[in-house]
């Protein structure tokens, strides 16, 4: 039974994969019991809901019609008293026939009970149904028939008054009804952060999490196909978008030492140490299911302490109004978004978008782009070969994209000269400044472009500028891969001045797997040396860690005391299909605490004896592994460190949320506190890498900005012989 209610739990905060893994374990026991009871068919119900989430239909459509004549056959028989009804199921069935098509059985079920439920005794079931009826006939085409039963719609709950407005809203869209429009999505919008933030003061960060990842992919839907249609509601829609993208990342900074007072001190250090041993490599399931249910305890405890909280995450998502007031006149703000467009209720096309702002706009402009498809169908590629790259940013093909993305917003952007842009899903997979625009110019070397995660960041950069104040910097390069386990304890607890053997090698990729594990990279060490020498001569403070030194340990150090730069040089990986998850037994071994914590331990850096841990062998648990993943690096504290240098392949790249972006180092490195990310968007070769970066500080110490220094880097590097895009457009700054 107690597994029957965690299948209800994980519904309710919207994991599909948990309650299906709750459900079928205790669909076994009950089978093997040969127990059919109610609780059986509950089970069945809330099965069917794990695989609506997933949409499965037809999954669902299975178990639901067994729950629905298992408990008929009850109620017939009187097995069951007549007031546990099996209307809850026959509504769910109702919304499985609806997405199927199967419109009269649907509107059968729904009328059913409607029919013979009580609105004043079984009010959200009542009151359900008819939401449910006016679906099925919005898809059918019949709008006045669905808005009449919408009207009728009581709101006994929050979450019926925001389905009421939400599909009351698409009504709106496909009637035009612009008076309405406007009050429908503002309920709906108010409606959906009360729910949510409900959710996030009753449950932890990780049970919280894909609630918030279904409901922001949910209000981005339905505000962008409203305020494309209906442009004065962009603002609102502008809104929404910050909350989407914003949110979970907000909740996740209300755990941080800074937002607890010094009375909860002891509780916060007692949290952070159960989520790294969390996230420790080996752990047996009885175990780590053990730590999450502390974890998840003391992330109550700290939410019930503190009644400010909502505030706090609130005051981290910004809105339209913050970001245009910070704007000079000078510049335009640019946030790509998923644009949707329904030309019946059954037949939806997904386009990118924009929201442009500029300093004297009373509203946002939403600009709809290119379709989703055409465009993936040109850039997208989990695994790009050189050829492939060569190819993307190519004259013509990089031109093509520019015409598909940013010439439409032309009009719009003006001339101004500084232009804040942040991308969403796969967008962050292109390097923007190297499209090709119509006088066959790049870019970046065209505008000053600043990338940014967020627009509610140009407060920040208009406050601190592009400047990097370089007092001291951490330099980490040329690993020993194949250092020993023996010498990896060794090592654990201090942290020694070794240069690795020199090697004349420099063709390798920085991120190229071997069979027998991470090849080595002669030309980092050259880098970090180069680097080293470069700040010591300007005066700086600087620590290298080179060889046996550069390890997992002497990173994890610098939490709380980093400094104001961090140089790593070393592979990148990143795990994102099945056949690079099936090549990996560490990817194997690892698992998260939910769906987005396993994408942040499925990317990372390699150090020092890394290959040990990647092919499997097992490491002794005071010891760190040498691979230092995304989850590792969130838990970090580097809020003094102003850059972070990833010097490695693949440093850009994760899993990619349609609403939120990528989920792997660049997340990390944020959720650490660091305010910016220079990193790459591919495999990138060792020896042009070293020659950018030694380009790259050159012009950072001579008193450069961060992106001028880029610049300049790419510019020495196409001067010097290394004309494809392959070697220079990698690199990219993310604020």
Wanted: aromatic residues 10%; proline residues 2%; glycine residues 6%.
């Amino acid at each position: 039974r107690l597994r029957v209610m965690m299948t209800r739990l994980q519904k309710d905060l919207g994991d599909a994969g948990a309650l299906l893994n709750y459900g079928h374990e205790a669909l076994k026991m009950y089978e093997e019991a040969r127990d059919y009871s109610y609780d059986y068919v509950v089970l069945l119900h809330n099965i069917s809901l794990g695989y609506i989430l997933n949409r499965d239909w037809l999954s669902a459509k299975l178990y639901m019609d067994e729950a629905v004549e298992l408990s008929d056959d009850m109620l017939a028989k009187g097995s069951i008293p007549k007031e546990w009804s099996n209307f809850d199921f026959r509504n769910t069935r109702g919304m499985i026939e609806t997405e199927l098509g199967q419109y009269d059985k649907a509107i059968n079920d729904f009328t059913t009970v409607i029919e013979h439920s009580d609105p004043n005794y079984l009010a959200s079931t009542y009151w359900l149904a008819l939401n449910n009826l006016s679906v099925a006939y919005t898809k059918q085409g019949l709008y006045r028939e669905a808005r009449e039963v919408l009207n009728r719609t009581n709101t006994a709950s929050l979450e019926l008054l925001l389905f009421k407005n939400q599909n009351l809203g698409i009504l709106d869209y496909l009637t035009n009804e612009t008076d309405s429009a406007a009050s429908h999505l503002k309920g709906y919008n108010r409606d959906v952060v009360i729910q949510s933030m409900n959710i996030v003061k009753a449950f932890s960060d990780t049970e919280s999490e894909p609630y918030l990842k279904k409901t922001g992919q949910e209000i981005v839907f339905v505000n962008n196909l409203l305020g494309y249609k209906f442009p004065d509601l962009a603002a609102d829609c502008f809104d929404a978008n910050l909350y989407s993208r914003n949110i979970s990342m907000a909740v996740q900074s209300v755990f941080s030492a800074r937002v607890y007072s010094s009375s909860e001190d002891s509780t916060y250090r007692h949290l952070n140490s159960l989520r790294n041993e969390a996230i420790r490599k080996g752990l047996n399931r009885e175990v780590r299911d053990s730590l999450h249910r502390e974890i998840i305890e003391l992330q109550k405890q700290l939410l019930r302490n503190n009644p400010e909280i909502i505030n706090i995450i609130l005051s981290n998502i910004g809105s339209w109004k913050s970001v245009r007031d910070n704007l000079n006149d000078n510049e335009a703000s640019v946030m790509f978004c998923y644009v949707p467009e329904l030309f019946d209720a059954n037949t939806a096309t997904g386009y990118f978008g924009a929201f442009i702002t500029q300093s004297e706009d009373l509203v946002p402009r939403l600009i709809k782009l290119g379709s989703v498809d055409d465009l993936e169908d040109i850039f997208f590629n989990l695994n790009p070969s050189t050829e492939f790259i060569s190819e993307l940013y190519s004259n013509e093909t990089a031109n093509k994209l520019y015409e598909m993305l940013w010439a439409p917003l032309e009009p719009y952007i003006g001339s101004a000269d500084r232009i804040y842009y942040s991308t969403c899903g796969t967008l962050g997979m292109i390097n923007h400044e190297a499209l090709v625009n119509r006088e066959g110019k790049r870019l970046g070397f065209e505008k000053d472009m600043v990338y940014l995660s967020s627009p509610t960041l140009l407060n920040r950069f208009n406050t601190y500028g592009d400047e990097v104040d370089v007092d001291m910097a951490a330099l980490f390069g040329a690993p020993s891969f194949n250092l020993s386990v023996d010498d990896m304890g060794r090592l654990s607890s201090q942290f020694l001045a070794y240069s690795g053997d020199d090697s004349e090698d420099f063709t390798t990729l920085r991120g190229e797997l071997m069979r027998d594990g991470w090849a080595q990279l002669p030309g980092t060490k050259r880098e970090i040396q180069t680097i080293a020498e470069l700040l010591n001569t300007n005066g700086k403070i600087t620590y290298s860690y080179i060889g046996e030194s550069a390890t997992e340990e002497s990173v994890k150090a610098l939490s709380g005391l980093s400094p104001s730069i961090i140089h790593f040089a070393t592979h990148g990986f990143v795990v994102l299909n099945q056949s690079q998850y099936d090549a990996s037994e560490f990817a194997q071994s690892m698992t998260g605490l939910n769906e987005r914590g396993a994408y942040m331990l499925r990317s990372g850096l390699v150090l020092s004896g890394g290959n040990n841990a990647w092919m499997g062998a097992n490491i002794p648990e005071d010891v760190e592994d040498g691979i230092l993943t995304a989850e590792e690096i969130s838990r970090l504290d580097l809020s003094n460190t102003k850059l972070v240098v990833l010097s490695a392949c693949d440093t850009g790249r994760g899993h990619i949320d349609p609403v939120e972006g990528v989920w792997g180092l660049q997340r990390a490195f944020k959720q650490a506190g660091v305010e910016s990310i220079l990193m790459t968007l591919w495999k990138i070769p060792d020896q042009t890498t070293a020659l950018f970066m030694e380009k790259f500080y050159e012009q950072l110490l001579a008193g450069r900005s961060l992106r001028q220094s880029v610049k300049e880097a790419q510019l020495y590097l196409i001067e010097n012989g290394a004309t494809d895009p392959f070697y220079w457009a990698a690199f990219v700054v993310l604020d």
